[in-house]
């Protein structure tokens, strides 16, 4: 053990009290903002103290926002994404560590080469690709020729069939999301450190790919699999960009949407008590998973980026 | 044992003598060893099924549209829609031209490289403080970890009700200062206001994989330094520090990408580029001029810019990993 130093113990207790602070701090001015009414909201000094219509303010904006089917559409869209690139990259990982075929490599690359870009730098050509899913397939069809020979053979329109447009769908606020190779990488990484004796085992009792991946490297992987979950959750739910950019009606808005249209704008009526409010309700999903399980998080954090 | 799977087995022998000569007809056709278990299954069907759904995933929804930002940012789309024509690098060069876009980058890159290193240093101070005290460590860990919960755009939300020039208490009590506070108007207390949201938002970050590399460094090295006398700053310096090098690179790359995509949400909500594009990033322009101003050509172009700027701090993230790999303790 090294030597103790009190002044160096009290400097440092000052600067995480400061830096707690420096968190808490519009934390609690958004709290008092939320439990003042509209009147008390704008005077000059700000109150302190928090007023007694934080329930009522909440109430409110929850009601104002419809908050009701934004929340739901946020859980929806939420448990899509945890789910959707978990279970998606959990079985894509097991294929390029546990198998022999043609073309190993390509596919790996195929897979790895999506973690370069981001999806906020393909912005636009991915929201024509939400737009029009059924493009590249109509256009696919059409130069081979089979989108005219059904038309003149059987009549059957393949262009009107293949017309899908995901603008205001969970399918459109969920698969963009879901196409980066991130987990899949993880899960291939930690697959790698799984011993081999295991599968030669498996083999030897004679259990097939599938039984394996079910019965010993699942129950494994438990462990990854929350963490993961955990980071994958606050990544969902605290999506911005495209909820904003795919949903064009109100009732597919997520909550995050919803609490934008709350800000008062620069010549409406300062409405903050209701934002300030409404902020709450929309943060505390992901707060209450951060403070319950920040010992899973922190793992899941770390570990993902290795 | 039974006799199949004493098959099976010398069989997986026999693959792997046979592998260097079938490494001839093309590493890519017969798939390469890299990564692949010791012990593994030979059944291609099925493995194509596994691989299946990433694959459709990835195709529709990143090689399609990347492929289409790239084809488009070379032609130029008539009012009408109607004709493409091939201009070659005419979109770049009208991009890299217009002083907006140099303003855009410009601004970009003093908001980030600001942005990365306050971030660090405040995360390194508190880290550094972290790791010295005994007592209610669980907590102060727990509140500084908390807005990692929040979105970007909410800590938006939460500091432009702070610094609303008519309400925010905050810019009360500037004004009371005599500092006629108005970030609506004044380009610099906008951007201030932006970084100040990013840097409150993302210090929990660094601080997290702060924390755990100042706990990785061996208290024997840390005790060799005591005994030489070096004082608790000094050892933090000397050895703590360097010792966590690596990480502090990763986390130098990951503020600079956390810097250029993901601030959007706090951009969006607290000035939405403005005042007179004193806030509009790279990231909020690709946006801006593509949904915006329905400029596509252009906004293509951006976008294969921002590409590139990807691929170089993916590149620099993955050395980064590399050497967290190699050199810690």
Known sequence: MVERHIWLSLFCHVVLLIGAAAVCLPLYFAFVAGSLTVGEVQQVPFPLVPGDHFVENTVTAWMEGDFGRLYLNSIIVTVGIVVGKLAVSVIAGFAVTYFRFPFRMTAFWLIFISLMLPVEVRIIPTYEAVADAGGPLRSFFGAIGLTGFLASTTGYQLDAALQWNMINSYGGLILPLIASASATFLFRQFFLTVPDELCEAAKLDGAGPLKFFRDVLLPLSSSNIAALSIILFLYGWNQYLWPLLFTTEKEMYTAMIGLKDLIPVADAQPAWHLAMAASFFVMAPPALVILLMQRWFTRGLVDSSK | ?329
Not at chain 2, 165 to 185: F, H, K, M, S
């Open chain 2, 1 to 329: 044992m039974p006799a199949s799977s004493a098959m099976r087995l010398s069989e997986g022998a026999a693959t792997r003598l046979r592998f260097p000569l079938r490494l001839k007809l093309g590493s890519l056709l017969s798939s390469s060893e890299t990564g692949l278990k010791a012990s593994h299954f030979r059944r291609p069907w099925l493995a194509a099924g596994l691989l299946a759904p990433q694959l459709l995933i990835l195709l529709f929804f990143f090689f399609i549209p990347t492929w289409k930002a790239l084809s488009l940012a070379f032609v130029q789309v008539d009012p009408f829609g109607a004709t493409m024509i091939f201009v070659g690098l005419d979109n770049f060069t009208t991009l890299f031209s217009s002083p907006e876009y140099r303003d855009s980058a410009v601004l970009t890159l003093w908001f980030t490289t600001v942005q990365c290193f306050v971030t660090l240093f405040v995360a390194c101070l508190f880290a550094f403080a972290t790791d010295q005290v005994m007592r209610g460590r669980a907590i102060y860990k727990g509140v500084i970890l908390l807005p990692y919960a929040i979105a970007p755009a909410i800590s938006g939300v939460l500091w432009a009700f702070l610094f609303n020039p008519t309400v925010g208490p905050l810019a009360q009590i500037l004004d009371e200062l005599g500092y006629a506070w108005d970030p609506n108007r004044r380009p610099s207390d906008a951007l201030l206001l932006v970084s100040v949201a990013a840097i409150w938002k993302h210090v929990c970050y660094d601080y997290i994989f702060l924390v755990a590399a100042f706990l990785a460094v061996p208290a024997s090295v840390i005790e060799a330094g005591a005994i030489d006398g070096a004082g608790p700053v000094r050892r933090f310096l000397t050895i703590t520090l360097p010792m966590a090098a690596p990480t502090i690179f990763f986390l130098i790359v990951m503020n600079f990408v956390y810097g250029l995509f993901e601030t959007f949400g706090i951009i969006d909500v607290i000035t939405h580029g403005g005042p007179a594009g004193s806030t509009n990033t790279l990231v909020y322009k690709v946006y801006q001029d593509g949904f915006r101003q329905l400029d596509l050509g252009s906004s293509a172009a951006q976008s294969v810019v921002l590409m590139a700027i990807a691929v170089l701090f993916t590149v620099l993230q993955f050395r980064a990993v590399e050497r967290k790999v190699n050199y810690q303790v």
